[in-house]
């Protein structure tokens, strides 16, 4: 009766396994300071075995740096890490929703005008981008769109084009708190 032998994993197979309990986690910070360190002693582990003279001193040389683990423990502790680190129960699907929120403020332009308006982030937060929307039939263009001096908040340079209809909609800013 001939037996197969299964060969180790490769180093990018672990690597692989750890990227998959951090993104099942929902936690990666937690998980990376403890499983990159193990993947890349287990990746040079495995390069160990490539000269076949010096093989025996560098499997030798690397046991010692992974204390004689093996890459598949390794891989098993850093499974154990995402779990025990990783909070239990549902988690949203980004773990950024809550970090951001969008503010408006309502505009309205009269033909053939220029209006500077701004929109302000609550306080503490940071204004990361904006924009502006006009629902009218008024040709109204941005003449600049940018930050606040301070960062709290989004401007923009409306200019109504239109000679005879008036212009308006909202001014948005997105913040991160």
Known sequence: MHLKRFKRPSAALVVAMVALFVALGGTAGAVVAQAVPLAKRALVAD???VADKAKTALVAENAKKLGGQTSAQIAQQAAQA?????????RPASTTAGLTAVKSVPFTLSPSTEQVITA???????AMGGGFSNPTNALVLSAGSFP???????TEDLINLSTSTTGSGTIVVTCLK
Request: net charge positive; proline share 4%.
């Open 120 to 126: 302000a982030c609550d306080a503490g937060s940071k």
């Open 148 to 154: 606040t001096a301070d960062g709290s908040g989004w």
């Open 47 to 49: 390069r160990a075995k």
């Open 82 to 90: 995402a779990l025990s680190q990783s909070p239990a129960g549902a």
